[in-house]
Nanobody, 127 residues
Framework: QVQLVESGGGLVQAGGSLRLSCAAS????????MGWFRQAPGKEREFVAA????????VYADSLKGRFTISRGNAGNTVYLQMNNLKPEDTAVYYC????????????????????WGQGTQVTVSS
């Protein structure tokens, strides 16, 4: 069964950093664009960042540019989200997702474009 497993979440003070990881169970995911979303209590799931199959194209939510960085591991089936200067409003469950597309530079930004999802990892930022 195809799985995406997130790790790296936790409790951090405002201004701190965390690095989230997402490991895919199959090498197939190295061929897919991948992304990060987050969902705070009572809110809809929102786009955070995405990276293309090639790893050369990335896109971020406007409000997060400059603080968050998405990257792929060398094997391509691991994706990271480096989060710096965290704020209390960044508190949410963070989800990794993969899009079943072979377009080389495609960077999907909406929930419905993604086919596979992880279970999420909690990030809590205290003030």
């Amino acid at each position: 069964q195809v799985q995406l497993v997130e790790s790296g979440g936790g409790l951090v003070q405002a201004g701190g950093s965390l690095r989230l990881s997402c490991a895919a169970s199959e090498r197939t995911f190295s061929n897919y664009p991948m992304g990060w979303f987050r969902q705070a209590p009572g809110k809809e799931r929102e786009f955070v960042a995405a990276i293309s199959r090639s790893g050369r194209s990335t896109v971020y939510a406007d409000s997060l540019k400059g603080r968050f960085t998405i990257s792929r591991g060398n094997a391509g089936n691991t994706v990271y989200l480096q989060m710096n200067n965290l704020k209390p409003e960044d508190t949410a469950v963070y989800y990794c997702a993969a899009c079943r597309s072979y377009r080389l530079e495609y960077v999907p930004q909406v929930v419905v474009e993604y086919n596979y999802w992880g279970q999420g990892t909690q990030v809590t930022v205290s003030s």
